[in-house]
């Protein structure tokens, strides 16, 4: 199998906190990777830095063959490598069909071309039918509840096709029932090709969906494994409760 | 040779008042994340409050810093709350810069009507005095400013770093969040900081005045400057304003004494479009890579 | 599609259809309005108050594209007002008139000048943040100011310079330039609509929305901010261009007077940022005012105060502006008649277990009830 993803030896000091230290971990294609630690593993900075908003101080992060090493993140989202946040960032002044259409990649050459094309409203409307959002294509993404936006912010990343799709904590702040709608969409992108990276910390939801999961602890991953597997494992158990 | 070392000269004397206008600008960004475009201003207001009571009572510009720092204190902190407190946060940033711009106006306005816009100057009895050390003139004017400078500053930085006060606003400059988790009123703590932003330049003001002459429109020249000195110095870092007040001050002043006087406005200009092509963060400025 | 399916989207765009006219009528009368106004007869002052007013339209229109629809207020438009009116000066200096209409011919080469001299300036200073910028251009602003008084050999210093007085007959003076400037908002405005319709103006909405995501999902943030200033400042420098022509005498303290940038972005803020007519309302409601305050107040002083503080009772009190202000509360009014917001379509792909359900419709409330009326 090839890996997507690959992170090597990278590092980061915040002050004079080693919040990650010499890690290195690989993301196969095609798979729901978890990535998952106690508070103050890394796991949110190794997140941050593979998607370009921080630059490590050491260490190298490849993608899809490349060397992706201090990409931004657009261009890093151009090649294919997109992100959500925890606090579902959209566009709020803007409708909801154009937080998708904004979303879609266009280079400077489009910008005199139709605010919405017919060819992006097409594009956007299967998906805004795929994530129910149908009705509220036109409204202003500012009027939707906290659950949609996280909807919203998962389908517009789909927009531009990505191989790999970073979720920061898609269950935080999330009701239940909306949590396994969020389970049933990754699936459904699982099987039609593309490969996630979810950073979680609810337990029950990475163990039903991820396969396999890494578990990262001071800076580095300490086991990588099957559900089954790190739920047995005295190291990852030893990690979480603290020796 | 010689003229570039009394450009030096110079531009190391000016410095001090400089640094001292740019530390309260860039207390006042640290702060509240505010440009206050009105600071040349309240520097110009505090020129004038020293020019009347020197010459109304007499009172050596100096010896007016206490009074005048008080009263400007209390200017800026209304200002602050008037103006500034009512913005939502989403505005403010984009708000506070045309409001600060506004305020600045405003004082200009006021200046205008009440003393003319002829130039003035404090005109003390030593106010042309000067001394020649190994063939270099060091006006006493400067000289004293300088050293007046120095001490304000020196009073900033213990008010900063000794007192409970101080320790509060680097709170809230290094992380708002944390700090109003800890029980620090930010609300207090920015409009008191615009007041002590407001003060020093009062006490900029008396200086400016004895070695300048000063009118109303005075404020853009100023502004101009300080901003280059902040930008370059590290937006919300007193130590690089007082650091980048030198470097801007000094290049100026050699340019005047070197090639001209009309190409030495251009100096900051240059050295801010420079700094924003090398290192747009300034000197001691914090690096940020887009929001989390 | 089922039958109602089709008429429901044949109502709908006939709906769009008519929406999108209501906006090209509009324009329709206000410059068909504008067109017939000056046959009337009117009187010189009122002609040379119209012509500072469509002055400021376009102005306040053009900073709207960087101020408005970007988000980055710029503080140094002034300057390149002050750019456009020395460049007129320069072409004719050397270079007699032949034709009364000749500057206006010229008005092109002065909006390409402005655009110029404004790219790198924004290709510098937008990279990083608003407020950065706002120093770039109030920093810019000063240094122009400087150059105009200084460069005596280029722009007569402080004494000014003189351009060719127009030789257009007296009794009509003001009309040539009322027409040019007419055709100019006429140009801008269709400039600010195409751009609102375009995908320029939903990358400017999503940067002024949230930049730092726009630039996280690929939009072209910097490249689209400096198109939107160097056209602005474009705009900008050719209504210079006019003002020299029609003034006949260019003085550096009028030429480059920070007032006329604060005059601009009181107007857009007035009559509403991001909108395509809310600069020119304000520019209609302000300038009339202003040359009145002018005229009785005489001296710079207290028409400066009374400027100032117009400016911040706006900012505090009506910081959206007239028109959004007015739309907001048409939209408040009827949310209120239907009785609320329509509820969220389903969210969940509804199952044979389970049927579609959604927050706030009452299923924790009715099993709730349905549990405590099992227990009576």
């Known amino acids: 199998m090839n890996a997507i993803l690959t992170v090597d030896g990278l590092s980061k000091k915040f002050g004079g906190v080693r919040a990650v230290d010499g890690c290195s971990l690989a993301v196969e294609q095609g798979t729901i990777t978890g990535l998952i630690g106690p508070n103050g593993s890394g796991k949110t900075t190794v997140f941050n830095i593979i998607t370009g908003y921080l630059r490590g101080d050491e260490g190298a992060v490849a993608f899809a063959g490349r060397d992706v090493t201090g990409f931004d993140t657009g261009r890093l989202y151009r090649h294919g490598l997109s992100r959500t946040f925890q606090q579902a960032r959209v566009f709020p002044q803007l409708t909801v069909l154009e937080n998708l259409v904004v ?35 036109e409204a ?4 939707l509840s906290y659950g949609q936006r996280k909807l919203l912010e998962f389908a517009a990343v789909l927009m531009s096709e990505p191989r790999l799709v970073l979720l920061d904590e898609p269950t935080a702040g999330v009701n239940p029932v909306m949590i396994e709608t969020m389970e049933h969409h990754v699936r459904e992108r699982h099987a039609a090709g593309t490969t996630f990276l979810i950073v979680e910390h609810d337990m029950t939801f990475v163990m039903r969906l991820c396969d396999p999961i890494v578990v990262l602890d001071a800076g580095r991953p300490i086991f990588s494994g099957s559900p089954a597997a790190v739920q047995h494992s005295p190291v990852v158990l030893d990690a979480y409760l603290g020796s | 040779m010689h003229a570039l070392i009394q450009g030096v000269i110079f531009g190391v004397l000016t410095a001090g008042v400089y640094a001292l206008m740019a530390s309260g600008q860039t207390l006042i960004f640290g702060i509240m994340k505010v440009i206050n475009l009105a600071q040349g201003a309240m520097v110009i207001l505090g020129a004038y409050l020293a020019y009347q009571l020197f010459t109304s009572f007499g009172i050596d510009p100096f010896l007016a810093i206490p009074i005048t720092t008080v009263l400007m204190f209390g200017l800026g902190v209304a200002i602050q709350l008037v103006f500034l407190r009512p913005l939502r946060a989403q505005d403010k940033s984009e708000l506070s810069l045309l409001i600060t711009f506004a305020v600045a106006l405003l004082i200009e306005g006021v200046l205008s009507v009440t003393w003319r816009t002829t130039d003035r100057s404090i005109n003390t009895s030593y106010a042309n005095a000067s001394w020649t050390i190994l063939g270099y003139q060091i006006t006493t004017v400067r ?60 006490a900029a003001g008396s200086v400016y005045g004895l070695v300048y002459p000063f009118n109303p429109g005075s404020h853009y020249d100023l502004i101009s400057r300080l901003l280059s000195i902040v930008v370059l110095g590290g937006m919300g870092s007193v130590g690089g304003a007082v650091i980048a007040a030198v470097i801007v001050s000094t290049s100026s002043a050699i340019v005047a004494s070197t090639v001209s006087p009309a190409w030495s406005e251009m100096t900051f200009f240059v050295i801010l479009i420079l700094v924003l092509l090398v290192r747009p963060q300034g000197l001691f400025g914090t690096v940020g890579r887009g929001a989390i | 599609m089922s039958s109602v399916d089709a008429s429901v989207e044949r109502a709908s765009g006939a709906l769009r259809g008519a929406a999108a006219i209501a906006g090209p009528l509009r324009g329709a009368v206000f410059f068909g309005a504008l067109i017939v106004t000056p046959m009337f007869g009117l009187q010189h002052w009122v002609l040379n108050m119209l012509v500072f007013v469509l002055m400021f339209a376009v102005m306040s229109s053009a900073w709207n594209l960087v101020g408005g629809f970007a988000g980055y207020p710029s503080l140094g438009h002034a300057a390149f007002f002050g750019i456009g009116a020395y460049t007129i000066g320069l072409i004719f200096r050397n270079h007699a008139l032949t034709n009364g209409y000749e500057p206006f011919l010229w008005l092109p080469v002065i909006g390409l000048v402005g655009a110029l001299i404004g790219w790198p300036i924004a290709a510098i200073s937008m990279r990083t943040r608003a407020d950065v910028f706002a120093i770039v251009t109030i920093t810019f602003l000063f240094v122009v100011q400087t150059l105009a008084f200084n460069l005596r050999g280029i722009t007569g210093g402080s004494q000014g310079f003189a351009m060719p007085i127009a030789p257009f007959p007296a009794a009509t003076f003001e009309l040539p330039f009322y027409y040019v400037l007419l055709a100019l908002l006429a140009f801008t405005a269709g400039l600010t609509f195409a751009i609102i319709r375009s995908k320029l103006g939903l990358s400017l909405a999503s940067v002024r929305a949230d930049e730092d995501k726009a630039r996280g999902i690929g939009v072209p943030t910097t490249g689209v901010k400096v198109l939107a200033f160097s056209i602005s400042v474009g705009l900008t420098a050719m209504v210079g261009g006019v003002w020299a022509y029609y003034e006949s005498f260019v003085y550096p303290q009028f030429a480059v007077d920070p007032l006329i940038t604060i005059a601009i972005v009181l107007m857009t803020f007035l009559g509403g940022r991001a909108t395509l007519w809310g600069p020119i309302v304000g520019a209609f409601i302000l300038e009339g005012g202003q040359q009145y305050l002018a005229y009785e107040l005489g001296g710079s002083q207290f028409y400066l105060i009374a400027y100032a503080l117009v400016f911040l009772l706006i900012m505090l009190f009506l910081p959206r502006g007239i028109l959004p202000t007015i739309a907001e509360r048409r939209r408040q009014r009827v949310r209120r008649s239907t009785g609320g917001a329509t509820p969220p379509p389903s969210l969940l792909p509804a199952s044979p277990m389970r049927p579609a359900a959604l927050d706030g419709d009452g299923r924790t409330s009715g099993i709730n009830m349905r549990s405590a009326q099992a227990k009576s």
């Open chain 1, 103 to 137: 979303a879609g990649g266009y280079s400077l050459w489009h910008l005199f071309s139709r605010r919405i094309r017919r060819a992006d409203r097409e594009r956007a409307e299967y998906l805004l039918a795929e994530f129910r959002l149908a009705a509220m294509a």
């Open chain 2, 143 to 202: 000289l004293w400013a300088f050293l007046l400078s120095l001490a304000v500053l020196g009073l900033l930085f213990l008010l900063l770093n000794r007192t409970r006060f101080g320790r509060a606003v680097r709170a809230v400059v290094q992380n708002p969040e944390s700090a109003r988790l800890l029980g620090v009123e930010a609300q207090r703590v920015s409009a008191v900081g615009f007041g002590i932003g407001a003060a020093t330049a009062a």
């Open chain 1, 140 to 143: 202003p993404a500012a009027e």
